[in-house]
């Protein structure tokens, strides 16, 4: 039931809108999976991604309709071939339905502190339960087929103890400290880049544009690199480094997806990238790892910029809500004619 009372907030509209953008992109990808997938215990949690995607974009549009706010173009299933060739693994496939989870966690948590209106908020409660739920079971999956990569281990201390001394926070010169469980831990998150850069391979063997394709090279030169960067970190720690993906792309050449459904997931998964290591260089101590991270977030980040410009050169970037341009509405010499 609509509230008319009360009206919703700059929040709530932004993340409504966010919500639609995701999941319309999110339905042409988990179909084509959803048709090409072998594995059917992986089949399984692909179907139940795929549902709940279905449902929360009608719940957004449903909401959409009631404050008669106009709905976005988003996507459609006109961007996906679904007779294309298999271009991932099941593995992989499984593993892509387990990072949508974990993006659906971290947004719609979000949304749901930052939600007012009633309806808005068990709106974000259900979703947030949905994406935890695909997490869970994607991770249940992953773990019972062993393909599931933990997180480094290690020693148990034997006693808690005190720092009494400032080199703990110094990196660079002098006697380096081994890296705290939290470092590793936001270092292991961060190697999702690997995830991306297999990703990034598949999109640049099946796009249709040259501009897209040496855009997406590029991308998995900067994965590369970021890769790199925690794999030493973790060795300098006498840590494992994760596995990379690359080997879970086949050769198919034949595009499931059109130019602007993939360059779409790729500004997600920069946006995401942003804002993990952001989090990252504000928990990390050592000083040497937050200079990384800061150069790390400026790479990311000219390359998103240059991912949002192709957007916009191909007239792909639907405009989000904004507030109003009070100062272009005052200067308008035709807003009386």
Known sequence: ???????????????????????????PVLTYFSRIVEDLEIKE??????EKAKEHLSSV???????????PFGYTMDEVNLE???LYSDTYMLYFVRNLGKAGIAANGMAFSMGARKDIRELYYKFLLDSTEVE??????MLSKGVFIRAPYIATPKEPSFVKKGSFLKGWFGERRTLSAEEI????????????????????????????????????????????TYRTLLEESTLPSPMTWDTEVNDSTIPPFSD???LFHICQLNAIGVGNIGGSLALSMRRDIATKYSKLIKDI??????????????????????AIDREHLAKDENKYS
Do not use: C
């Open 185 to 228: 831990a936001h270092i292991f998150l961060n190697t999702n880049n690997a995830y991306g850069k297999a990703l990034l391979i598949g999109f640049a063997q099946t796009v249709r544009s040259e501009e897209l394709r040496s855009y997406f090279i590029r991308g998995i030169e900067v994965a590369r690199s970021q890769i790199d």
């Open 45 to 50: 949690i692909i179907d139940i991604s795929l």
């Open 1 to 27: 039931m609509k509230l008319h009372n009360i009206e919703l907030t700059s929040a709530e509209i932004g993340y409504l809108w966010a919500s639609y953008m995701n999941e319309s992109a999110s339905i």
């Open 260 to 262: 602007k459904l993939m």
């Open 61 to 71: 549009t449903e909401i959409y309709k009631q404050e008669n706010y106009p709905i």
């Open 136 to 141: 869970d079971r994607s991770k249940e999956v």
């Open 84 to 86: 294309a060739p298999k």
């Open 301 to 322: 980040g000219l390359f998103a910029e240059d991912g949002l410009n192709l957007m916009i050169k191909n007239e792909w970037f639907e405009r989000p809500p904004q």
